[in-house]
């Protein structure tokens, strides 16, 4: 099975990436797509974010071997549901969104007996709509396919392949585990970066305009962080409920443990976490995962 017809459903920052990236790296492969919102087709139009963008979602996936649904996880199903009778036998229907145990439920309930293989590309930036879509989002970037149980292997096959065409590294993991594994690895630190800055925002004692002034390092990369889809989040954390708190959980009893450690004088503690959370930074780079440059590599050292 090989995939030559690509529908993209959603024009934001990842569908719109999707259908560069296929430009750039897979030009073999065609590709329609469809936003609901008028203005999104005319930009999507403008940029070339797909070979052919249509004005209804019926011409989008009408001959398509993969549908890609790109919007938020709330939208899954019914986005999913207004296509049921219009797919191609055959076609393989996946999603970008990332937590996969609430979209796979909802594919489910809105396609019976489709093929659907829920993938999640660990890419992105704060940035969102049909303007911010990039060819290289994917590149040496994780993607991970959450197939359900009895999924067809060729299909299987067939998606890992575009995927890692787009220049992602492909990953196969149950779809609970991965919605736990994002948690912490995702979901918390934007979680933690929304309440952060909305506390900075919030008090009383320091202005904002100096909240803004003295922004160092560690609050503007929060900032940045907190500028994310709102839409986007909301949903994900709706959707990804259950592994959200238990990582909530966690965390808060070891940000406990670290008020303890403050308020008592415990360096030795404070250093062996500190110690540990290094290392941590040290892997990520050596994975190829961040930027081992100062600041990140910025030009701005401000």
Not at 75 to 89: G, I, K, V, W
Not at 149 to 156: F, H, I, Q, S, V
Request: net charge negative; glycine share 10%; with cysteine.
């Amino acid at each position: 099975m090989s995939i030559e017809r690509v529908a993209i459903i959603g024009l934001g920052l990842l569908g719109g990436s999707i259908g560069l990236a296929v430009r750039e790296h897979a030009p073999g492969i065609t590709t329609t797509g469809y936003d609901r919102d008028e203005g999104v087709r005319r930009v999507a139009r403008e940029r070339g974010l797909a070979a052919a963008v249509c004005d209804t979602a019926a011409e989008a996936v009408r001959e398509a071997d993969l549908v890609i649904l790109c919007v938020p996880v709330g939208a899954m199903e019914a986005a999913a549901a207004e296509l049921a009778d219009l797919l191609p036998d055959g076609a393989i229907i996946s999603d970008v969104g990332s937590s996969k145990q609430s979209v796979t439920e909802a594919l489910a309930r809105a396609l019976p007996g489709k093929t659907i293989i829920p993938a999640h590309p660990v890419a992105g930036t704060e940035e969102s709509g049909p303007e911010a879509g990039f060819a290289s989002l994917f590149t040496n970037r994780w993607c991970i396919l959450t197939p359900p149980e009895g999924t067809d292997e060729e299909a299987l096959a067939a998606l890992s392949d575009f995927w890692a065409k787009l220049g992602a590294m492909v990953e196969v993991m149950d779809a609970e585990h991965h919605d736990l594994v994002l948690a912490v690895t995702s979901h918390i630190p934007h979680l933690i970066a929304f309440t952060i800055v909305g506390t900075a925002s919030d008090l009383e004692d320091v202005t904002r305009s100096e909240v803004i002034k003295y922004s160092a390092g560690g609050f503007r990369d929060f900032t940045r962080i907190a500028a994310s889809d709102p839409v986007m989040w909301r949903d994900v954390f709706l959707n990804n409920k259950s592994a959200v708190l238990e990582m909530l959980g966690r965390f808060t009893e070891d940000l406990t443990a670290l008020q303890r450690a403050i308020r008592s004088g415990d360096g030795d503690a404070l250093h062996d976490l500190f110690s540990r959370t290094r290392a941590i930074r040290r892997e990520v780079i050596k994975e190829g995962q961040d930027d081992g440059r100062p600041d990140f590599g910025r030009e701005d050292h401000g």
